[in-house]
């Protein structure tokens, strides 16, 4: 009866060196606890320190919001003939595209309903 030879025969064969395993099983297993915090100590915890911190939620309740209507004041300059007529008098310095403009003589506190329409227009 031939028998074919093992991987270990054809490895010493062939002058390569083989690995083996070994496993045991433990006949009784180790249990270990992990004790998290030290146990029988009835310490008063501190209070967190930051507590302060930590989000607050109001018991207030508030009635649903109801519709309305919005008008936007920018929308409403459009209409005007020259939506920018309050720059007039006004001196535009463009410094950049994501900063935008800088103005120089107009008064804010002396703008007509109008023009703080047009205002709003030229914000955005």
């Known amino acids: ?3 074919a030879p093992s991987v270990e025969q054809e490895a010493r064969a062939s002058g390569e060196t083989t690995m083996s395993t070994t496993t045991t099983t433990l006949a009784n297993p180790v249990t ?5 915090r030290p146990s029988g100590q009835n310490k008063e915890e501190e209070p ?3 507590a302060h911190l930590l989000p607050y939620f ?4 508030y ?6 209507e919005h008008v936007d004041p920018g929308h409403r300059a459009l209409s005007h003939p020259n939506p920018r ?19 120089h003589g107009v008064n804010l506190a002396t703008l ?3 023009e703080r329409d047009q205002l ?3 914000v955005y």
């Open 1 to 3: 009866m031939y028998e």
């Open 32 to 36: 270990a606890t992990l004790k998290l």
């Open 48 to 50: 967190y320190r930051y």
């Open 58 to 61: 109001s018991q207030d309740h």
């Open 63 to 68: 009635p649903p919001l109801t519709p309305f």
């Open 85 to 103: 007529s309050f720059l007039d008098n006004a001196t535009v310095v463009e410094l950049t595209p994501n900063l935008g403009n800088e103005v």
């Open 112 to 114: 007509s309903d109008d």
């Open 120 to 122: 709003a227009l030229e």
